[in-house]
């Protein structure tokens, strides 16, 4: 029997066997991707906008870091004892305040200053009238303080504190007949009362400095 053909298709089939891509070694992703399927991998991109809940600054500022209010960091002077203070030192220590903006000529000030004075006498809260006349001098409202026997911190507000009142609360704030009042917290908070009210009870005054 001939054998040379059988030893050439054998020779083949080794060579063909030789030359057969090898599979050993090959992405294990792309081995277990569908024919034709690329594998998705994350784009760093992707990664990198994604925020981490750990991440240094990542943390929401505390209440104590917030910037302080305006308002309550500006320096007044007690035209009577020649204190400094500001509202914010004040409320935080004594607090809630009771600020109003008021002038030495104004009856309705007058009038709802004396409620105040009342309402001193059953709750505990601090007091601050503001001066908004700035033609008036600190000697007029220490002497109209002491003439009706009001015994809290009278102050002198400038053209800033002015400005910063009148954008603020509006021009009302800085209208002593509308007897304008605003309360300040102890944490910082202002809360203006509704101004053109009218005088109000020692009741009612208690009633809203207690609202907060």
């Not at 083949?12 to 090959?26: E, W």
């Not at 600190?138 to 102050?155: H, I, Q, S, T």
Request: overall charge negative; proline content about 9%.
């Amino acid at each position: 029997m001939n054998r040379r053909p059988l030893v050439v298709v054998v020779a083949l089939v080794a060579l063909l066997s030789a030359c057969a891509p090898a599979t050993t070694g090959s992405d294990p992703a792309s081995a277990r991707s569908p024919a034709g399927t690329p594998t998705e991998t994350p784009s760093p991109s992707a990664e990198a906008a994604a925020p981490s809940a750990t991440a240094e600054g990542s943390a929401p500022p505390s209440p104590s870091s917030r910037p302080e209010d305006a308002l309550l960091a500006i320096t007044l002077t007690d035209v009577r004892s020649g204190e400094r203070f500001t509202l914010g030192e004040l409320a935080a220590t004594a607090g809630p305040v009771l600020l109003e903006p008021m002038a030495v000529w104004c009856s309705n000030c007058r009038a709802q200053q004396h409620e105040v004075k009342r309402a001193h006498d059953t709750a505990e809260f601090a007091s601050v009238s503001l001066d908004v006349d700035l033609s008036e001098t600190p000697d007029d409202l220490a002497a109209y303080a002491d003439r009706e026997g009001f015994d809290w911190r009278f102050a002198m507000a400038d053209a800033s504190l002015y400005r910063m009142l009148q954008e603020r609360f509006g021009v009302a704030a800085t209208n002593p007949p509308s007897t304008p009042l605003i309360v300040i917290e102890r944490d910082g908070s202002v809360r203006p009362l509704e101004f053109g009210r009218g005088t109000r009870s020692p009741d009612q005054l208690i009633a809203e400095i207690q609202e907060g």
